[in-house]
């Protein structure tokens, strides 16, 4: 359809030219260039073989109009040579297109197979990890020494971690394939909120964790997908710290929109990477190794998930100033004046 709208506008072009050659500039030794705007129109959208078709009808109007009016051997002579190159260059550049185009195509099917190898192994991954979870869990409870408790616990963490691993990889796929699902119903965001810190405590207990909240907030939303964005955002700040870690959570109403606020006192996003921060498998430059492991797909997840109730992510951070992430979220219920309420600290550390 877009070849055939092509060659209709083509074939428009190269009579407009021999018009405006014959009728309008009959003796322009420059009219030439009238019949190169065909063709460069069709190295833009055609094959290179319809392209020297175009190339080759442009030069026969022009020689045919030139013989009507009985124009100078030198003035066809030089048309004729302007109008070979610009068919050549035109060819050229419609064989640079289509290669472009199938690098692209090649590009994109490749990453389409990752994504369904990523996704086959990720569900292949879950009973093999549930099965051995499961495991974990009876050897720790009938382990006799400590030493066997110890190595128990120790399993225990790094296959779930392992489990964390093939969630992301699971989420991932059902993001980019339009295909994450959310229930969607009301809950209260502050109780939401203070789970997940309670759970981040667990995990981090040198951290600094401090809630900031008023009234009760009621969001919309599948709260078990809230609180894996809380999560993410409460272990990247715990994690890029540099140091002891001090965050300072907030949540509040504002508009018809309920407000989580995350922000660290840690090395932050150099500027020139935040517009990249929610890309999967991006690492600030500035991160240190030391900083735990992980695929990068947190923020990543985080935002089709916000984006997949309506909501949206913003990030204001600045290099060894620290980061803030602000999640907003539809409100279900509103319950007073649509401004942040004098908060109430909660210190979880």
């Not at 083509?10 to 500039?25: D, E, F, H, K, S």
């Not at 110890?150 to 394939?177: C, F, K, P």
């Not at 922000?263 to 900083?291: K, S, T």
């Amino acid at each position: 359809m877009r070849d055939a709208q092509t060659l209709v506008l083509v074939g428009a072009l190269l009579w407009l030219a021999l018009v405006i050659n014959v009728a309008v500039l009959p003796t322009n030794i420059l009219v030439s260039s009238l019949y190169a705007v065909p063709v460069l129109v069709a190295a833009i959208r055609l094959r290179p073989r319809v392209v020297a078709v175009v190339g080759l009808l442009a030069i026969l109007c022009y020689l045919t109009s030139a013989q009507v009016q009985e124009r100078p051997l030198a003035a066809r002579a030089f048309a004729l040579l302007s109008l070979l190159t610009i068919g050549f260059l035109a060819v050229m550049l419609s064989e640079q297109r289509g290669q472009t185009v199938e690098r692209a195509q090649e590009a994109e099917e490749a990453l389409r197979l990752r994504d369904r190898f990523l996704s086959i192994a990720a569900h292949e991954l879950r009973t093999p990890l549930t099965i051995l979870k499961g495991s974990t869990q009876l050897l720790g409870q009938t382990a006799g020494g400590d030493r066997s408790g110890r190595l128990a616990d120790t399993i225990g963490r790094q296959v779930g971690r392992m489990e964390r691993l093939v969630e992301d990889m699971l989420d991932v796929s059902r993001i980019q394939a339009g295909g994450l699902r959310v229930e969607m119903r009301p809950f209260e965001l502050r109780a939401a909120v203070e789970e997940s810190l309670d759970e981040t405590a667990l995990t981090a207990p040198g951290a600094e964790l401090c809630l900031e909240a008023g009234p009760e907030v009621w969001a919309s939303g599948d709260r078990v997908r809230i609180q894996q964005v809380i999560g993410n955002l409460l272990r990247n700040a715990v994690q890029y710290s540099g140091g002891p870690a001090h965050v300072r959570v907030q949540v509040w109403r504002e508009g018809d929109r309920a407000v989580v606020e995350v922000a660290d006192r840690g090395i932050g996003i150099p500027r020139e990477e935040l517009p990249l921060v929610f890309e999967p498998h991006v690492r600030g430059a500035n991160a240190p190794d030391d900083r735990g492991g992980g695929l990068g797909l947190g923020l990543f997840i985080s935002r089709g998930i916000a984006e997949a109730h309506g909501g949206e992510i913003l990030v204001d951070s600045e290099e060894e100033s620290g980061s803030t992430f602000r999640l907003h979220l539809p409100l279900t219920l509103s319950t007073g004046p649509a401004t942040m309420p004098p908060h109430v600290n909660t210190d979880l550390t």
